[in-house]
């Protein structure tokens, strides 16, 4: 038998509390479930046969993020872009984005690959300039927006810290297009002629961490609830079994 006399004051205090720890876990478990649909989704594009470009324009574009795309076109090497501060293992480098000219006239941004620091210039690595049309294999990636803490994009001297897609292609000769500024593709691992830049750095680092979050919040409750009812056992406003804490004589 349980019988609790509750305090105002202590159940004024803990009753929100507890009711925010328990809408903030489940909360957390319908983030868990959005989450999943969405690596879900991901899985599902990786494995799928690379979309022809023209296709993917059909509707939301990111409706295939982290899918391939076939797309062939002509780059334009002289409004290429320099990502910083990309590593591959020890060594420092960039990573190389250049606009592509499709066959149908658009201007998309590729991102070819990392190069290291001392191939920063084009002119170091002439072979894989190519000027030909080329057929190409994409990873479909979202426009990115600028980190808390990151640093500003330079433009003006070409440095970047995020893929600015509708800004890049600006600058590319673009014309604004709500469709193509809102992502850019990555090379897959195909070698590119003179082996830079190296394709296939497409990482896909998406966390599911809800569920842990969730009993976080729930356990969070649970301990709320037991030092709730054990100060009304000390205070001897709880029975459980017809036992009250004793008084001290």
Known sequence: MFKLRPLLGPTLVSLPILVLCLGLGIWQMERREWKRDILDRIAANQSATPMPFDELLKGDPLRREYGKVAVTGTFLHASEFHLAARSRGNDVGIQVVTPLKTEGGQIVLFDRGWVPSEKKDPATRPQGQVTTAVPLIGV????????????????????????????????????????LDTFFLEADTAPNPGGLPLGGQTQLDIPNDHLQYAITWFLLALALVGVYLSYHWENGRLTVNGRTKAKAP
């Open 140 to 179: 479909v990636r979202r426009s990115q927006v600028q980190r808390q803490f990151a640093p500003d994009n330079v433009p003006d001297k070409n440095v970047w810290f995020h893929v600015d897609v509708p800004l890049m292609r600006r600058m590319a000769g673009g014309t604004p297009d709500p469709v």
